[in-house]
C-alpha cells in the first residue's frame, strides 16, 4: 500500500478500553439492579455503539430500561474512561512514525464524540488525530461509509491514498462500503475468523506491522 493518510478505529485498535467500559457499565448496571458483565463478555458486546452495547449488557429481559442504563453508564465513564484504558503496546511508536513522514492521521470510532475526543487527546496529545469522528445526533456510525468521506473531503484525498486500520467486522465493513484499504489487527476485540468471514485480507498481529504494509520504514 502507499497512502497518504491513514483512519484508525479507537477502542480495541488504538487503545484497550475494555477494562473502564466494563468498569462504567457494571456501575450503571448495578445501580439498575441488573447483572454485572465480566469484561470477557463486554468485549462481545463492544464496537456497533452505545445504544447496542447497553441493549446486550441488559439482555432482552431488561432492555427497556436501556435509557437509563446509558445516562448512568455515561456519567461515570466520562470522569473514568482514563483510569485503565492504555494504548496498545508500539501504537505511540507507530504514530510517531507516520507523523514523521507527513502520513495524516484520524479516528473513526462508534464510541461517543465526548470520550473519544478526551481519549486520544489524553494519550496521544491534541494536535495527532484530526478530525477525531465519533457518535453524535444525526451522525451515521459506521458501517455506513459517511464518516470516512468526511474525511477524505476535509483531507483532499482520494480513496484510494487512504487506508482504515480496524479491529472488528464492522470496521472491515465500513473500509468496503467506502472503497478505501483496511488492515485488520488482531491485538483488538474481535478474533481472526470473524474479521476473516468480514472480507479482511490483510491481517496483523503487531502495531509494527502497520509501518510494513503501508511500505513506511520503521527507522
Given at each position: 500500500?502507499?497512502?497518504?493518510?491513514?483512519i484508525?478505529?479507537?477502542?480495541?485498535?488504538?487503545?484497550?478500553?475494555?477494562?473502564?467500559?466494563?468498569?462504567?457499565?457494571?456501575v450503571?448496571l448495578?445501580?439498575?439492579?441488573?447483572?454485572?458483565?465480566?469484561?470477557?463478555?463486554?468485549?462481545?458486546?463492544?464496537?456497533?455503539?452505545?445504544?447496542?452495547?447497553?441493549?446486550?449488557?441488559?439482555?432482552?429481559?431488561?432492555?427497556?430500561?436501556r435509557?437509563?442504563?446509558?445516562?448512568?453508564?455515561?456519567?461515570?465513564?466520562?470522569?473514568?474512561?482514563?483510569?485503565?484504558?492504555?494504548?496498545?503496546?508500539?501504537?505511540?511508536e507507530?504514530i510517531?512514525?507516520?507523523?514523521?513522514r507527513?502520513?495524516?492521521?484520524a479516528?473513526?470510532?462508534?464510541?461517543?464524540?465526548?470520550?473519544?475526543?478526551?481519549?486520544?487527546?489524553?494519550?496521544?496529545?491534541?494536535e495527532?488525530?484530526?478530525?477525531?469522528?465519533?457518535?453524535?445526533p444525526?451522525?451515521?456510525?459506521?458501517?455506513?461509509?459517511?464518516?470516512?468521506?468526511?474525511?477524505?473531503?476535509?483531507?483532499?484525498?482520494?480513496?484510494?491514498?487512504?487506508?482504515?486500520?480496524?479491529?472488528?467486522?464492522?470496521?472491515?465493513?465500513?473500509?468496503?462500503?467506502?472503497?478505501?484499504?483496511?488492515?485488520?489487527?488482531?491485538w483488538?476485540f474481535?478474533?481472526?475468523?470473524?474479521?476473516?468471514?468480514?472480507?479482511?485480507?490483510?491481517?496483523?498481529?503487531?502495531p509494527?506491522?502497520?509501518?510494513?504494509?503501508?511500505?513506511?520504514?520503521?527507522?
Amino acid at each position: 500500500m502507499s497512502v497518504k493518510g491513514v483512519i484508525f478505529d479507537l477502542d480495541g485498535t488504538l487503545v484497550d478500553t475494555l477494562d473502564d467500559l466494563t468498569d462504567s457499565m457494571n456501575v450503571g448496571l448495578a445501580s439498575l439492579g441488573c447483572e454485572i458483565r465480566r469484561p470477557g463478555e463486554c468485549r462481545k458486546m463492544i464496537g456497533n455503539g452505545l445504544n447496542q452495547f447497553a441493549e446486550r449488557a441488559l439482555g432482552p429481559e431488561n432492555v427497556k430500561q436501556r435509557d437509563r442504563l446509558i445516562e448512568r453508564m455515561k456519567a461515570h465513564y466520562r470522569t473514568h474512561c482514563c483510569d485503565k484504558t492504555r494504548p496498545y503496546d508500539g501504537l505511540p511508536e507507530v504514530i510517531a512514525a507516520l507523523r514523521e513522514r507527513n502520513v495524516r492521521l484520524a479516528v473513526l470510532t462508534n464510541k461517543n464524540q465526548e470520550p473519544s475526543e478526551i481519549i486520544v487527546r489524553h494519550y496521544f496529545g491534541d494536535e495527532v488525530f484530526s478530525p477525531i469522528i465519533g457518535c453524535a445526533p444525526g451522525r451515521a456510525v459506521k458501517p455506513e461509509p459517511e464518516g470516512i468521506f468526511e474525511i477524505l473531503k476535509a483531507w483532499g484525498l482520494a480513496a484510494s491514498e487512504v487506508v482504515l486500520v480496524g479491529d472488528s467486522e464492522t470496521d472491515a465493513e465500513t473500509a468496503a462500503n467506502a472503497r478505501i484499504g483496511f488492515i485488520g489487527c488482531l491485538w483488538g476485540f474481535r478474533s481472526r475468523q470473524q474479521l476473516v468471514d468480514a472480507g479482511a485480507t490483510v491481517l496483523i498481529d503487531r502495531p509494527s506491522q502497520i509501518l510494513e504494509c503501508l511500505d513506511i520504514p520503521a527507522g
